[in-house]
């Protein structure tokens, strides 16, 4: 009598290896880990909704820099290079593959003209070179059929190219070319969830007992014989998700094979516990400080789930989404001190609480006080919805610009026009009606005020509480709010109404107007809009910026009188 014995897949650590007849390195059994990788994220529940939070809390409300008002034109040139779809992209790449990768693309004057994202899973590193540097990476669409998918060469960041690929990933001790996954250690808990769910349905479906016994008794073929009636039977009765079969040859039905079972007992209890178990080893492979966060609830030591909430998210926020947003934030720079711009980046997150575990206030909730009671500033103002509009110019106020700006906005969708000089026309310039969209806006372009200067505590109620709620304005709102008496009493001798357009917060203010021009995303326009935003390209362009009074540019304090109104 012979048996066999048809076994579950069992979990394999990734292998690294360099193959003597490619310049590339495979990863994982059959140079295809980032695939199992992918069938953990895809099959896998609780490692799904896991990997998803994650991303959403890491990329946050994307990444902003902390000098934007200072250096508005950097600012706006980072905006273009990196746009929220690609680092929305390499954040999910980073947190499912624990490798990441930026498409670097440069223009015929050897600068970076746009910055993407690239599926880190289609890429391969070469070997390195006697230095120990990964000169450049492999590309292909299918790494299972390299000969049909044929793999491109690309250089890696800094070995020139007109296109470079900069990887990035955590450290993984041992390995030089690609990296770990921070929650490797819920890998096989993440397949056993899967493997208790295809079981399940399996049974459901098909009837079948936990063990099976499949007897041939009419006699014992040869050895292959046998193995080809095994994987018949394997295919038939099992497929890829099936259970374990015993298959007996036997001379006779007298001496078939006969199997003693331990029946399970309390079969549903046994299942969820085998489920919660992987529930609680995926979380923790993924250091989840509590189930809370996810939306599991629990029963825990503290007074009340809030408390936990609080306490959990940020303990969770330091250890584990801090570390892969700055990963990220430094291959970025990277890519910016490369592009010759300085910005001090950092991820705007989802946190709901201060380091101090108190609830963090709504920056736009302001409260009225004095004359300022009566007039609602929050009403003039709005937030830009950065899904769909992306900031392409931010600048000091221009004045003598501003008249021109209303005559040339609608020149924009003038076919006549070059798209060059539509550009000069439309960032190079910046009337009052408050229940309809500005007359400075139109399908591609939005443009608003933002009130700007440093707060101190000399600042009058109307200043402070303008740069607190930073909002953003139609230059409409502005008029209107100068119409309304919205600082009262800064007008010509004492009256409640005067310009705050041009006077801000009235004599001696510190504060001025930023003009920020919005492209909606998606639109035709892109690179010589952004382009415009730098005064080094207007130069090459031929493009002379016109001359103005100085005092355009001036806050109050600096104008004659500083700024004070006759009487």
């Known amino acids: 009598m012979n048996n066999y014995f048809i076994q579950l897949e069992e979990y394999k650590s990734p292998k690294i290896t360099e193959s003597k007849r490619d310049e590339w390195v495979e990863f994982g059994e059959d140079n295809n880990y980032f695939q199992y990788l992918i069938d953990r994220y895809n099959n896998s529940t609780t490692n799904n909704a896991i990997i998803n939070n994650i991303i959403k809390l890491n990329y946050g409300k994307g990444i902003k820099a902390k000098d934007a008002k200072l250096r508005p034109n950097e600012y706006a040139r980072f905006k273009m290079l990196f746009s929220d779809d690609t680092v929305k992209k390499v954040i999910a790449d980073a947190k499912i593959f624990g490798n990441y990768a930026f498409q670097v693309i440069y223009n015929a004057k050897k600068e970076i003209a746009q910055v993407e994202h690239i599926p880190v899973q289609l890429l391969r590193a070469e070997k390195c070179n006697d230095k120990g540097e990964i000169e450049a990476y492999y590309y292909s669409d299918n790494w299972q059929e390299p000969k049909k998918f044929v ?29 770990n996954v921070d929650y490797i250690g819920a890998l096989p808990y993440a397949k056993l969830e899967e493997e208790i769910a295809d079981y399940l349905i399996n049974e459901v479906q098909n009837g079948f007992a936990p063990t099976t016994v499949v007897n041939f008794n009419n006699g014992v073929p040869d050895e292959e014989k046998q193995r080809q009636m095994v994987s018949k039977v394997e295919g038939k009765l099992t497929g890829a998700k099936g259970k374990k079969v015993i298959v007996g040859f036997n001379s006779d039905e007298t001496r078939k094979t006969t199997v003693d079972t331990i029946p399970l007992n309390d079969a549903p209890a046994h299942y969820e516990y085998l489920s919660e178990e992987c529930m609680r080893k995926i979380m923790l492979g993924h250091a989840v400080t509590s189930p809370l966060l996810f939306g599991i609830a629990t029963t825990t030591g503290f007074s009340s789930n809030a408390d936990e909430l609080k306490n959990s998210y940020i303990l969770y926020d330091n250890m584990v989404i801090k570390p892969l947003q700055e990963n990220i934030l430094s291959s970025v720079e990277k890519i910016m001190i490369e592009a010759g711009i300085m910005l001090n980046l950092y991820f705007d997150t989802l946190q709901p609480f201060n380091v101090e575990g108190e609830m963090v206030a709504d920056s736009t909730d302001v409260q009225m006080s004095s004359h300022l009671e009566s007039i609602d500033l929050d009403a003039f103002g709005e937030d830009i919805d950065e899904n769909e509009w992306e900031l392409i110019d931010s600048r000091k106020v221009d004045y003598d610009q501003e008249d021109a700006f209303d005559a040339q906005i609608n020149a924009i969708n003038n076919p006549k026009q070059s798209l060059l000089s539509k550009v000069f026309n439309f960032v190079s310039t910046g009337t009052a009606y408050t229940t309809r969209n500005s007359e400075q806006d139109n399908e591609v372009f939005r443009t608003r005020y933002r009130y700007s200067g440093e707060p101190n505590e000399n ?16 230059k409409e709102d502005i008029i209107s709010m100068g119409q309304n008496g ?6 010509a001798n004492g009256a409640d109404n005067y310009d705050i357009f041009l006077y801000k917060g009235g004599g001696g203010c510190h504060h001025f107007w930023t003009r920020e021009t919005y492209r909606r995303k998606g639109t035709d326009i892109n690179s010589p809009l952004a382009q415009q935003v730098s005064p080094a390209t207007q130069r090459k362009e031929g493009y002379i910026a016109p001359k103005n009074d100085n005092k355009v540019y001036q806050k109050p304090v600096d104008m004659p009188n500083k700024g004070f109104l006759p009487k």
């Open 151 to 179: 793999p491109k060469r690309i250089p890696a960041f800094g070995f020139g190219g007109e296109i470079e690929i900069l990887f990035g990933g955590n450290y993984t001790v041992g390995q030089k070319y690609y990296s």
């Open 486 to 491: 919205a600082n009262a009493g800064w007008g």
């Open 459 to 474: 600042s009058r109620e109307f200043c402070t509480k303008m740069l607190k709620a930073n909002k953003l304005y139609r």
